[in-house]
């Protein structure tokens, strides 16, 4: 059984406590803070986001409950900390919890920039505790099962990939830091991300990236489409959170390979299809769940055995975010990146 204490009770502390209480079974919360007293009177899960948390009952009645973090480092009695905080409290937080000797999970992205993302990769090292972040694409079963898929090569090579992610506007967060370019990164480094670090899982590091953005005041930007440059492919990817409420949310991804097209929409039935060329469509199957239960179901073996898996590692999560910020670069400055 290994121990875990989770900071920031919002939309995403809540999913995660939801997966720790009710899914897996080698896990104990044994403390939860947040600087928000009320938030620490959790009585059940709902909570608003993209995607939807269970609105299930709980019971924190045995759970130490922390209004100071350090306080809450400095009592311990856990083996990880799981960091729900706004991004731009990531860098601190991983710090003091890694200097106090815990592992870590943090939700993505790793930090607001590559400066601060760095100071956590270095911490890492030097202390060698587990690190992981959520960048929980690679573990969501349709786009782990298509990236499956494609490396058994029966399809041939990829040619051309494209990827999605449409939200509405997210107004529900704790004093609307999200929308706060300064505290999130607005739209390409809070949602868009998870697109960049795809594209790197897939094809690893492009030669340089080109984008577009849709700005809002402040010059930030609210939606980014790119094209990431390989020799031997067309890779484009495009995200932010401009749709209207109506519309909600949706992710996408269609993949032209050699001998096969394959186009995952998880607004359509079946979410991923498969077309050979040398026979009929077909529907991929992939397990049940989000991508949010695998990492975590994960993560907390890596810290029951003492060692990471490696799926996502805090090198991983800085080159996403170098490459997300070169995005925004390249937007700001309406030229092609090179790396
Ligand atoms: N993986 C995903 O798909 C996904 C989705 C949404 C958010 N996120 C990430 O999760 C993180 C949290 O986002 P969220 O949507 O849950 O935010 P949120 O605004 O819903 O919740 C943040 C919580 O942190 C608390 N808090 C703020 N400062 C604090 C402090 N100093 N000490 C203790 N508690 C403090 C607030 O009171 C609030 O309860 C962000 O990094 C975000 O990018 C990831």
Redesign the pocket.
């Known amino acids: 059984m290994v121990k875990v204490a989770v900071?920031?009770?919002?939309?995403?502390?809540k999913m995660h406590l939801g997966i720790y209480l009710n899914k897996l079974k080698n896990v104990e919360v044994v403390a939860v803070?947040?600087?928000?007293k009320e938030?620490l009177n959790i009585k059940n899960l709902e909570?608003r986001?993209?995607i939807k948390t269970s609105g299930k009952a709980i019971d924190l009645s045995k759970v130490k409950k922390y209004?100071d973090?350090d306080a809450m480092l400095k009592d311990g009695g856990f083996d990880f900390v799981d960091i729900?905080?706004?991004?731009f409290?990531?860098r601190d937080a991983s710090i003091k919890a890694l200097e106090a000797g815990y592992h870590i999970f943090c939700?993505?992205?790793l930090a607001l920039t590559l400066k601060e993302g760095e100071a956590i990769a270095n911490k890492v090292r030097e202390t060698g505790k587990l690190f992981s972040i959520?960048q929980?694409l690679r573990y969501w079963p349709a786009y782990s099962e298509v990236k499956k898929l494609i490396d058994t090569g029966k399809y041939g090579r990829v040619r051309y990939a494209e990827f999605a992610r449409f939200s509405m506007t997210p107004s529900?967060?704790?004093k609307g830091?999200?929308l706060d370019e300064k505290r999130?990164g607005n739209a390409a480094l809070?949602l868009h991300i998870?697109d960049v670090d795809m594209v790197l899982y897939l094809f690893g590091k492009p030669e340089s990236v080109k984008s577009a953005g849709v700005f809002v005041k402040n010059n930030s930007i609210s939606h980014i489409t790119t094209m990431y440059k390989y020799p031997d492919k067309v890779v484009s990817s495009t995200g932010g959170w401009i749709c209207s409420k109506s519309f909600g949310f949706n992710m996408r991804a269609f993949y032209i390979l050699e001998k096969a097209t394959i186009e995952l929409d998880f607004s359509k039935e079946p979410v991923v299809a498969v077309y050979p060329d040398e026979s009929d469509k077909y529907a991929l199957p992939f397990p049940e769940g989000d991508g949010?239960y695998y990492e975590l179901k994960d993560f907390t073996a890596n810290v029951a055995n003492g060692k990471l898996s490696g799926i996502v590692t805090v090198d991983t999560a800085l080159e996403s975010l170098n490459v997300c910020l070169a995005e925004i670069k390249s937007a700001k400055l309406k030229k092609e990146i090179i790396f």
């Open positions: 900071v920031g009770l919002g939309f995403m502390g803070c947040d600087g928000n938030a909570s986001g993209n209004s973090y729900c905080l706004p991004t409290l990531h939700e993505k992205p959520g929980c529900w967060a704790w830091w999200v999130s809070d998870h949010y």
